[in-house]
């Protein structure tokens, strides 16, 4: 079993950053690969970006690639996304996932992840 803990949401204006948390913790952190979707109410959730497990691979949605930046600390068993240039239309609640054994061409669907933090809200005001 692993147990992740999202932060680092609140509220911004557009234009400008936050930096979101997952810590992890149960397993062998360096043995999941850990991604990151967002969801709107009555939406499906959908993906943002992930990493493997060794930290060397990152992926992105076009929709956020060039302003989100993913990395991961297998020391402190924590990713980060680091949030620049926010949109309005980023408003959502941001879900951290582990993936055990996914292979790295799934990692944009929510299927191949294991486990789900409990998601934090990123609201950006025009």
């Known amino acids: 079993q692993v147990q992740l803990v999202e932060s680092g949401g609140g509220l911004v204006q557009a234009g400008g950053s936050l930096r979101l948390s997952c810590v992890a913790s149960?397993?062998?952190?360096?043995?999941?690969?850990m991604g990151w979707f967002r969801q709107a109410p009555g939406k499906e959730r959908e993906f943002v970006s992930a990493?493997?497990?060794?930290?060397?691979?990152?992926y992105y949605a076009d929709s956020v690639k060039g302003r989100f930046t993913l990395s991961r600390d297998n020391a402190e068993n924590t990713v980060y996304l680091q949030m620049n240039n926010l949109k309005p239309e980023d408003t959502n609640v941001y879900f951290c996932a582990a993936a055990g054994a996914a292979y790295v061409h799934r990692l944009h669907l929510a299927s191949a992840y294991d486990y789900w933090g409990q998601g934090t809200q990123v609201t950006v005001s025009s």
């Open positions: 990493i493997t497990g060794s930290g060397l691979n990152t």
């Open positions: 149960g397993r062998t952190f360096s043995n999941y690969h």
